[in-house]
């Protein structure tokens, strides 16, 4: 058996995924949802839900998208990286730098 590669999240960036979790166990926790419920409409395991409260970086992308959809959040993430203000200015950058 392969053994399964692991995403390396650097503390920085998990600190955005302990801060994802912490929202998502707030949001259902307003909603009166419970693990149990939460596990029910996603198909997940309460582990899995538990480790989505935690900002496990092993969870997979599309446990958390089923997460949020039960929420109604998922389209939250169509936000992310939408405003790419670095990538606009190097592309400025670049732009001024072939007029010259």
Do not use: C, W
């Not at 949802?33 to 092993?58: H, N």
């Not at 969870?59 to 109604?72: E, F, Q």
């Amino acid at each position: 058996m392969t053994e399964r590669r692991k995403a390396i999240v650097f503390p920085k960036n998990q600190n955005f995924l302990t801060q994802l979790g912490e929202n998502i166990l707030l949001a259902y926790k307003r909603r009166n949802y419970t693990q149990t419920l939460l596990s029910e409409r996603t198909g997940l395991s309460r582990a899995t839900i538990r480790k989505i409260e935690q900002g496990d970086p092993t969870v997979s992308m599309g446990h958390y998208v089923a997460v949020l959809g039960v929420l109604g959040l998922a389209s939250d993430l169509a936000l992310v990286a939408k405003d790419d203000e670095l990538g606009r200015k190097l592309q400025d950058i670049a732009l001024l730098r072939s007029t010259q």
